[in-house]
């Protein structure tokens, strides 16, 4: 059977930049930057993303080409009879459990592009528009709803298949992003008192630095490239042979780190502005952009532009963990593209309807007094994304070998590449340590 792969080399990239840019950039880093303390989590987020990224997103990028096969058959392929597939099936597990959250916030963009359309937040006060945010919240199943279409609009790209579902939606819509989120820049930093906002996010209180904000930065860096349960072994393994690994694991990282940057110059300036807490978590998207599109010209059209745009950078994403979860079906379990969609499409909609509904006040539905949804978004970012890339760089490293890394960045001898030495050195040493301590400093 041949498999279906990218058709080009801008196809991979855009593939690879739209399952990392996505909810992770736009509304999950500006959460994280404020509960963090501002500019210290930027500092040690950025710091993190220079030093690890590459290098584990390649380490994924590597194992998925050479086995050619989803995360689990990768595992079993290049180390058989071994308890390596275990990562690969813990990856499997993470997309559910991403998905289950992830698909609530993407339905909110639904709700948010009908309200745009509607002209819903014409003249609103802030007040208004945060109670309006928390009163959907707690029309529990209306956020169901329109999490079940999201879900079953990424299982109709993905049933389509990778060439022409994936590539084609990503590839023309990322830039339209990145340009829509200058134009809000702009807007924001000439708001009155936006100065306050770029000083939070720019200029870092390093006395703020402790385990908690380490760890909650690699949480985020992992979460927001998509890196550490299997999305990019899943991508690598429809990479071709000639395509270059390197420069593709650099440019998506380069990407979706300009992306998340961007929006927090776009958020905290307009939050400062508006008076919303850089600590609001959900409020701080949902509610400050409203109030942006409130006050500038055309602020209609860009604002139902920017919702629809949210959505679908949301679409990219979950399309890959949709992806992670049937590639797995269809090679282990052997079902078809077609049931493998609608399994894995149910399976998230089972576990994203106790998500929905924990954010609901008065739900019950919590762990160890988290709700649900906090609960799911903890465990994967916070524990799973470190545990799975530490594994990946391991196995890479100590397992597969310095002949193998370099026959893979180099295509076989074809590349020439005078860093590949320095990279592996990180791979097989300074990453595992690295993720190992903050891992372990952060928890204990
Ligand atoms: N990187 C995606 C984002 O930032 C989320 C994601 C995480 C997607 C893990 C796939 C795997 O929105």
């Known amino acids: ?156 790209v993905v049933f389509k298949g990778v060439a022409d579902g994936i590539e084609k939606y990503a590839k023309i819509l990322m830039p339209l992003l990145v340009i829509i989120l200058l134009v809000l820049g702009v807007r924001a930093v000439t708001l009155p008192g936006a100065r306050e906002g770029l000083s939070f996010l720019f200029h870092p209180d390093f006395s703020k630095i402790n385990g908690s904000v380490v760890i909650s930065a690699l949480g985020q860096a992992f979460f927001s490239l998509s890196m550490g349960m299997g999305v990019l072994i899943t991508y690598g393994s429809y990479i071709k042979k ?14 979706d780190t300009l992306i998340a940057v961007l929006a927090g110059v776009v ?92 954010l609901k006040s008065g739900s019950g539905l919590t762990i160890g007094g988290m709700s649900f949804f906090d609960r799911l978004d903890m465990v994967s970012a916070k524990i799973l994304l470190p545990i799975g890339a530490l594994f990946i760089v391991i196995f890479v490293g100590w397992i597969m070998g310095k002949k193998t890394f370099n026959e893979e960045i180099t295509n076989e001898g074809k590349l020439k590449l005078s860093v590949k030495g320095a990279i592996y050195f990180i791979i097989k040493y300074l990453a595992p340590i690295a993720i190992a301590i903050i891992f372990i400093k952060g928890f204990f």
């Open 267 to 358: 958020i905290f300036p307009a939050a400062f502005s508006f008076g919303v807490q850089p600590t609001a978590g959900m409020g701080l998207v949902f509610s400050t952009l409203p109030m942006i599109f409130n006050q500038m010209a055309g602020g209609y059209f860009f604002c139902i532009i920017f919702f629809v745009l949210l959505a679908v950078a949301a679409l990219t994403s979950t399309i890959s963990l949709l992806e992670v979860i049937v590639a797995f079906f269809v090679e282990e379990w052997h079902l078809s593209r077609r049931w493998a969609t609608v399994l894995a499409s149910l399976g998230c909609m089972a576990l994203g309807v106790f998500a929905s509904l924990s």
């Open 1 to 156: 059977m041949s498999r279906d792969g990218f058709g080009s080399k801008l196809g991979i990239i855009a593939a690879a930049a739209g399952s990392a840019v996505g909810l992770g950039n736009i509304y999950r880093f500006p959460c994280e930057v404020g509960n963090n303390g501002g500019g210290a989590f930027l500092a040690v987020y950025l710091l993190i993303v220079l030093c690890l990224g590459v290098p584990v997103m390649l380490s994924e990028f590597i194992i998925g080409r050479r086995a050619q096969k989803n995360p689990v058959g990768a595992f079993k392929l290049l180390k058989p009879r071994s308890g390596w597939p275990v990562i690969g099936y813990m990856g499997v597990i993470c997309a559910f459990i991403i998905m289950a959250f992830y698909s609530t916030v993407a339905g909110w963009t639904l709700e948010y592009i009908v309200k745009a359309v509607g002209n819903d937040f014409q003249g609103k006060e802030l007040a208004v528009i945060e109670q309006e945010f928390s009163d959907f919240h707690n029309q529990g199943w209306r956020n169901v709803l329109w999490q079940f279409v999201f879900i079953f609009l990424t299982g109709f």
């Open 242 to 255: 000639d395509d270059n690994l390197t420069s593709t694991a650099i440019s998506v990282t380069l990407a």
